[in-house]
């Protein structure tokens, strides 16, 4: 009988499968949120509201968001008026030669 020509077998175990990688947005199993609350805020974004982040320098000239709101409406009601009536053209003299 020949021998077998090559590596011999290995005689350790097969390793173990290495467990799938972790996606970034996989919840983990040792995150516990059985006492998680729904943010306080769900119900407005249900109704339609947006929340917008202001930069730390804007946010910093306005001490409350009540104030943004009446700036923004204001800025709003000005860019809604309807633009001041057109002169009206004078027709175009005619040449004499």
Do not use: C, H
Not at 73 to 95: F, G, I, L, Q, W
């Amino acid at each position: 009988m020949k021998k077998p020509r090559g590596k011999p077998a290995s005689t350790r175990p097969l390793a173990a499968k290495r467990p799938a990688p972790i996606e970034p947005d996989d919840v983990l199993p040792e995150y516990d949120f059985t006492s998680g609350r729904r943010n306080k805020y769900a119900a407005e974004f249900q109704r339609g509201s947006a929340m917008i982040v202001l930069e730390p320098d804007v946010a910093a000239a306005f001490p409350s968001a009540a104030e943004v709101n009446e700036l923004l409406r204001a800025v709003a009601s000005a860019m809604r008026k309807p633009p001041a009536p057109k002169r009206a053209r004078r027709a175009p003299r005619k040449r004499s030669a």
